[in-house]
């Protein structure tokens, strides 16, 4: 009997119609735990690193995690992975909402689907019965009209549905997953889905998902459910509000955007408006918030009521959280109300809501710096509204302009020539990132930032606090129920840390302490992304429900796999080593592994090449970034280490 997860992938080959219910391998459960690290295993296995992103052989898997559909609070993650066309990496995006448990109960703990299929297509899996069905009707149609109408049409109200919209039928890179109450951005596993010829798949599931020790189980959930409520009582003090709470940040209830509005970047992230949110404009927006805004909402099992349902008169609700609500604002300078109105379109068009906006700055940069001109933007209005409109309407149509801006900033820069490339200068591994240019170097953002494989800063980051605190008593009352850290020498780092002289940025946190501070973020972050958890309730958030001392117990109830702190931080380390072996069999090098040159205005070249060096020797990476074989020998990793050596990647001298 297998715990916590069903023990059987749905094989869907969409070139041949075929459709298999696969029982998996248990041992894998207790190497990688299940989600990220298992999907990694599979595309390692599975997709050799010549096969295009848009090919039969690219695979795109569904994963829930392995404690999805279970009674821990928050933990709703469907883990989406392929290789992105954007930067020809691995790509791993997760969106919360209902989809992953239902898939859980509907007895299956991932959908892995090859080939293509000749005509638009759509899943329905339905506890046993599992087909594919014809989605002609349905092309060109938005990605939540398209849930709504797979919903009437199989008389299933309450079947959860993942949909691509316009953009991901036509293969822009930065295409999105939607599914209504979350999406899945990062990485244009979007338009993998619409090479595909997948439209959507529909899931409804009314089968137990058991645990191995219930009582036990539930007294663990009951634990975290309790210290959610202790910390949404006690918020951290000294930080902005955003990062003073759990959860996402709780954009949809938050009105004050003093923090983003005058901190992060605007247009084609070029300008910082320190003095733009006064008293009038919090009125104003919070007018423009409360007038929309119809109801908070939560994901599957979970109090926290991060999202919220938004209905613009005149326009069909859609649902949105986080940072996206200031993304379209502030790429057009324009304001809230516009970026209401605009984001229910790009939900339905289905793209990521970092990417797209940006995109559509930079080609209004370009337009004026004279590099773009009215002969590639005929018709385009003189409004910077309209504009973001008209082009938010070519780049999903790939029409004119709009083909050539669907690859996203550095793969257009690169098409249009010109001296474009100098106006893509906000991406890293060829991905947007947050619109953020900051002062004085932060060693470990700088990390972060260089080699994170998600390529997305908020789903790196998390535990250790973005900023040092002014004084010593405010860093003490700090570290005081910090029972979070997984060693106590955090405390310390953090207790040292200041905002001047020697012990602040870039030298402070040290080298060492840097690379072992971005460790436990990471890590964190890795076991989430495998157990299907929210960071929102784990590696994201300060001082957080869940944690290294409390997940072992939790995962060994639910799976009946006896798990101690160790052995879930191996698992976390070979999952992140995987994911890394991935990239770099696809050629991914130190060379890639670079923040912005404008990122931080002032730059310590030597110190960062000691940054990188000393990281990847914590990780047991040579100085390319490559796994050594005696470390992948460490994480019972040796066919990755043997196949990397057959391809001349590693050679027996390394060790
Ligand atoms: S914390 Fe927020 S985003 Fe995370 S599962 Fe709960 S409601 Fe969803």
Redesign the pocket.
């Known amino acids: 009997m297998r715990y916590a997860e069903t023990g059987f992938d749905l094989e869907i080959d969409l070139s041949r119609g075929s459709i298999d219910r696969v029982e998996t391998d248990p041992k894998l459960t207790k190497l990688y735990l299940g989600g990220l690290g298992t999907n990694a295993k599979i595309l390692w296995d599975r997709v050799p690193p010549e096969t295009e992103p848009f090919s039969e052989d690219n695979l795109l898997i569904f994963s829930t995690g392995l404690l999805c559909g279970t009674a821990a609070?928050?933990?709703?993650?469907t883990i989406v992975s392929t290789f992105s066309p954007q930067t020809r990496l691995m790509a791993y995006s997760m969106m919360?909402?209902f989809w992953a448990p239902e898939l859980k109960h509907a007895g299956y703990d991932k959908v892995i689907i090859r080939g293509r299929s000749p005509d638009l297509v759509y899943l329905w899996i339905h506890n046993d019965k599992v087909e594919i069905r014809d989605a002609s009707h349905l092309h060109g149609k938005g990605a939540i009209e398209t849930a709504e109408c797979i919903r009437q049409e199989l008389k299933e109200p309450d079947a959860q549905v993942a949909a691509i919209g316009l953009a991901g039928e036509n293969r822009v890179f930065f295409a999105s997953i939607e599914h209504g109450k979350?999406s899945a951005s990062r990485g244009g596993i979007g338009a993998v889905m619409g090479d595909k010829g997948l439209k959507a798949i529909a899931v409804r599931g009314k089968k137990d998902v058991n645990v191995a020790r219930p009582v036990e189980f539930m007294e663990r959930c009951n634990d975290i459910l309790k210290y959610i409520k202790v910390r949404e009582e006690n918020p951290v003090k000294g930080v902005p509000a955003i990062l003073a709470g759990?959860?996402?940040p709780q954009e949809m209830r938050i009105v004050d955007e003093e923090w983003h509005t005058t901190n992060f970047m605007w247009g084609n992230s070029r300008t910082r408006r320190k003095d733009f949110w006064t008293k009038e404009i919090e009125e104003n927006w919070r007018e423009t918030q409360e007038s929309v805004r119809t109801r908070l909402?939560?994901?599957?099992?979970?109090?926290?009521?991060?999202?919220a349902t938004v209905s613009v008169p005149g326009l069909p609700t859609y649902m949105m959280?986080?940072y996206s609500k200031l993304t379209y604002t502030m790429a057009a300078y324009s304001d809230l109300d516009f970026g209401f109105r605009i984001a229910q379109r790009a939900t339905e068009y289905g793209v990521d809501g970092f990417s797209a906006p940006q995109v559509m700055a930079f080609a209004l940069e370009l337009y004026e710096a004279g590099i773009l001109t009215d002969a590639d933007l005929p018709g385009m209005p003189s409004d910077v509204e309209g504009r973001f409109f008209w082009l938010l309407d070519r780049i999903v149509r790939r029409e004119g302009i709009g083909d050539v801006l669907a690859d996203g900033t550095y793969w257009a820069a690169k098409r249009i020539g010109k001296g474009a490339e100098k106006y893509d200068h906000n991406t890293i591994k060829k991905h947007e990132q947050l619109p953020l240019k900051l002062g004085m170097l932060n060693p470990v953002y700088y990390l972060m930032y260089a080699t994170g494989e998600k390529i997305n800063i908020t789903q790196i980051e998390g535990q250790f606090p973005q900023a040092p605190f002014p004084t010593g008593e405010e860093r003490e009352a700090f570290v005081k129920d910090w029972i979070h850290v997984p060693d106590e020498k955090f405390k310390q780092y953090f207790l040292d840390w200041e905002p001047r002289g020697e012990h602040s940025n870039p030298y402070y946190p040290t080298v060492e302490a840097s690379c072992n501070i971005v460790d436990w973020q990471e890590k964190m972050h890795y076991i989430d992304d495998a157990l299907g958890m929210?960071?929102?309730?784990s590696s994201f958030p300060l001082k957080p429900p869940y944690h290294i001392h409390n997940y072992p117990a939790l995962i060994s109830a639910a799976t009946g796999i006896d798990f101690d702190e160790p052995g879930l931080w191996q698992a976390a380390t070979r999952n992140r080593t995987l994911l890394r072996a991935i990239n770099v069999r696809r050629g991914m090098r130190r060379a890639d592994e670079k923040p912005p040159e404008n990122h931080w205005k002032k730059r310590f070249p030597e110190l960062e090449t000691k940054l990188l060096d000393e990281y990847y020797k914590l990780k047991g990476w040579d100085n390319q970034g490559i796994p050594t074989k005696a470390s992948l020998h460490d994480l019972d990793l040796d066919y990755v280490g043997e196949d990397l050596e057959q391809r001349g990647i590693i050679s027996d001298g390394q060790s």
């Open positions: 609070p928050g933990c709703n993650r919360g909402g979350s759990i959860g996402s909402i939560s994901c599957y099992n979970c109090p926290m009521k991060c999202g959280k986080c929210c960071a929102g309730l």
